[in-house]
C-alpha cells in the first residue's frame, strides 16, 4: 500500500505549469509538515498535483495557506549537470483539501462539569 496524508503549510507560492501536448496544469510546491513529539521539528516533502486539482491550488493557494493532501509517494532519478545521480522523493497529491485560513493550534477545551450532573451507570450493548 502506498498513501500518505499530510497537513501543512505552503512554504512558497506554488509553481504552475502546463503540459505540451494537452496542456494538462501540473502545480508544484513544498509543504511545512509538524512533525509528532517533543522535537517540534518539521518535514518539507515536494508536493505535485495535476490537472483540475492543480488548477484550482493555482487560483487559490499560496504561501502559508494550511492545506491537507492525500496521495501516494513517487521516487525518481535523473543525472544531474556533472553526470551524478540525483534520487528524488515527491508526494502526487490524488486530493487537496484547503482548511480554515484562520487555523491555529488552541489549547484543547475543558468543560466543566455541572454541579447537578449525576452520572448513569448503564450496560451498553456494544
Keep these: 500500500m502506498n498513501r500518505v496524508e499530510l497537513i501543512g503549510r505552503l512554504t512558497r507560492d506554488p509553481v504552475v505549469r502546463y503540459t505540451s501536448g494537452n ?3 501540473v ?3 513544498t509543504l ?7 522535537d517540534k521539528g518539521a ?12 488548477e484550482t491550488i493555482e487560483k487559490y493557494v499560496k504561501k502559508g ?6 496521495g501516494r509517494i513517487q521516487t525518481g532519478s535523473y543525472d ?3 553526470g551524478n545521480k540525483v534520487y ?9 483539501e484547503f482548511l480554515p485560513a484562520n487555523e491555529k493550534r488552541q489549547p484543547e477545551r475543558r468543560t466543566e462539569v455541572p454541579q ?10 456494544f
Design 23 to 25: 496542456q494538462m496544469a
Design 27 to 29: 502545480a508544484s510546491f
Design 32 to 38: 511545512a509538515v509538524a512533525r509528532p513529539g517533543k
Design 43 to 54: 518535514d518539507f516533502p515536494r508536493v505535485t498535483a495535476f490537472g483540475k486539482t492543480a
Design 65 to 70: 495557506t494550511a492545506i491537507a493532501v492525500e
Design 80 to 82: 544531474d549537470k556533472n
Design 88 to 96: 528524488t522523493t515527491d508526494v502526487i497529491a490524488d486530493r487537496v
Design 116 to 125: 447537578d450532573f449525576e452520572e448513569v451507570d448503564e450496560d451498553v450493548p
